[in-house]
C-alpha cells in the first residue's frame, strides 16, 4: 500500500462550491431539483470581523451563501458582491459554475505555506469567521480547481 504523501488527507471534502449570479433563483433550482426545502443565504460578515486579504490586500468583499447538505458533502452556492474577492473574480473571468472543492483542515499556517512551497500553488484569500478562517488556493493551473481550506477552532 502506497504512503499518502499528499498535502491533504482525501477523507475531509467538506463541500463543492459554485458562484451564480442570482443565489435566490438557484437555490429554487436546486430545491425543485432535489425536492428539497430552498435553503436559506446568509451574508458573510462584514471587513471588521473577516479581516478578508484578498491578492494581498485587504477587501471589504461580502457574498451571499446557501448551503445544502448531501450526507458526507455540503453545496455551497456563493453570490459575491462588487467588491474584489476570488468569487468576484471567478464569476466575471469565467461566469457561473463550480468554483472550488472544500477541506476541513488543521495547522492553516502550514498547510498553506507547504503548498505554495511544494506545489507552486499560492494563497488568494483569506479570512475570518466565526469559529474558524478560510484560505482559498490557486490550484487552478494544476487541478482545474480551486482549494478551499477550513479550519474550525474546535478540531
Do not use: C
Given at each position: 500500500?502506497?504512503?499518502?504523501?499528499?498535502?491533504?488527507?482525501?477523507?475531509?471534502?467538506?463541500?463543492?462550491?459554485?458562484?451564480?449570479?442570482?443565489?435566490?433563483?438557484?437555490?429554487?433550482?436546486?430545491?425543485?431539483?432535489?425536492?428539497?426545502?430552498?435553503?436559506?443565504?446568509?451574508?458573510?460578515?462584514?471587513?471588521?470581523?473577516?479581516?478578508?486579504?484578498?491578492?494581498?490586500?485587504?477587501?471589504?468583499?461580502?457574498?451571499?451563501?446557501?448551503?445544502?447538505?448531501?450526507?458526507?458533502?455540503?453545496?455551497?452556492?456563493?453570490?459575491?458582491?462588487?467588491?474584489?474577492?476570488?468569487?468576484?473574480?471567478?464569476l466575471d473571468e469565467r461566469g457561473e459554475g463550480f468554483h472550488h472543492i472544500a477541506?476541513?483542515?488543521?495547522?492553516?499556517?502550514?498547510?498553506?505555506?507547504?503548498?505554495?512551497?511544494?506545489?507552486?500553488?499560492?494563497?488568494?484569500?483569506?479570512g475570518e469567521y466565526t469559529g474558524g478562517r478560510y484560505a482559498y488556493i490557486d490550484s487552478l493551473?494544476?487541478?482545474?480547481?480551486?482549494?478551499?481550506?477550513?479550519?474550525?477552532?474546535?478540531?
Open positions: 500500500m502506497e504512503e499518502n504523501s499528499g498535502v491533504l488527507d482525501r477523507n475531509v471534502i467538506a463541500q463543492v462550491a459554485l458562484v451564480v449570479h442570482d443565489i435566490e433563483k438557484t437555490s429554487r433550482a436546486y430545491a425543485d431539483f432535489f425536492g428539497i426545502e430552498t435553503p436559506t443565504w446568509k451574508l458573510t460578515d462584514a471587513w471588521d470581523q473577516t479581516q478578508a486579504v484578498y491578492r494581498g490586500k485587504p477587501t471589504e468583499a461580502r457574498a451571499k451563501l446557501a448551503f445544502m447538505n448531501f450526507g458526507s458533502v455540503v453545496i455551497e452556492l456563493i453570490e459575491p458582491d462588487h467588491h474584489p474577492s476570488i468569487w468576484r473574480e471567478f477541506f476541513k483542515i488543521a495547522g492553516m499556517e502550514n498547510i498553506t505555506g507547504l503548498m505554495e512551497q511544494k506545489f507552486h500553488m499560492p494563497l488568494v484569500q483569506k493551473k494544476d487541478l482545474k480547481v480551486l482549494i478551499e481550506l477550513l479550519e474550525n477552532d474546535n478540531n
